[in-house]
């Protein structure tokens, strides 16, 4: 069965520093992979899509994300860190008609 | 162009009570999947509504019902409410006949329900 895990719960990044949340795959086909955001109070909004068009993949605000099969990894980056980035982050994949979600990863932005 | 809204924003509700949420997809979608979010957890698939029928249901108690109207709004009831249904329920949207990876889901605010 496809999912994802997330590797750590929390990030603390200072302000103009990289961004990097990691998150790795389980699937037995080439997956679909999404990233989405949830800002305090609201819900989900889609960052960027995989669909294996390309394996770089840019996505909005300045995020983008690399499918790498042999690492089973879809890591989502920034090279610079805004205090509107801070938030949770989902990685997240298919399942038939569902998308399964990983545990979130906040992100702190120290200024 | 109108997103996905949910009402009402907050509920509180006692431990056996029944709860009704409400959603409306956003304009064009046709497609409407309910999610539970625990508090610190990612959210958790609760079904999906097509042609106003339930077209796939992830691991939830019969307790979660729910139905589409032919406008392509839904609702989402839970029975006999227990503690730990206490979430924020997210309603999504999108076109049904797309598939996710061409017709990701937009997301409404969602419903923080208190149960005490």
């Known amino acids: 069965a496809q999912s994802v895990t997330q590797l750590g719960s929390h990030v603390s990044v200072s302000e103009g520093a990289l961004v990097l949340l990691r998150c790795n795959y389980s699937?037995?086909?080439?997956?679909?992979l999404f990233w989405y955001v949830q800002y305090p109070n609201q819900g989900l909004q889609l960052l960027l899509k995989?669909?294996?068009?390309?394996?770089l993949v840019k996505g909005i605000n300045g995020f983008e994300a690399e499918f790498k099969k042999s690492e089973t990894s879809f890591h989502l980056t920034k090279p610079s860190a805004h205090m509107s980035d801070a938030a949770e982050y989902f990685c997240a994949t298919m399942g038939g008609f569902k998308t399964i979600f990983g545990a979130g990863t906040r992100l702190f932005v120290k200024a | 162009d109108a997103g996905v809204t949910q009402s009402p924003t907050h509920l509180i509700k006692t431990r056996g009570q029944q709860v009704t949420l409400r959603c409306s997809p956003k304009s064009g979608h046709d497609t409407v999947s309910w999610y539970q979010q625990a508090l610190g957890q990612g959210p958790q698939f609760i079904f999906q509504?097509?042609?106003?029928?339930?077209?796939q249901r992830g691991n939830f108690p019969d307790r979660f019902s729910g139905h589409q109207f032919p406008n392509y709004s839904s609702e989402l009831n839970v029975n006999a409410l227990l503690l730990g249904d206490s979430a924020l329920y997210l309603c999504a949207s999108s076109l049904g006949d797309r598939g996710l990876e061409n017709s990701p889901l937009h997301f409404g605010n969602g419903t923080r329900l208190t149960v005490t």
């Open positions: 995989y669909t294996s068009a390309a394996t």
């Open positions: 699937s037995s086909v080439p997956p679909y």
């Open positions: 509504y097509y042609e106003e029928e339930e077209r």
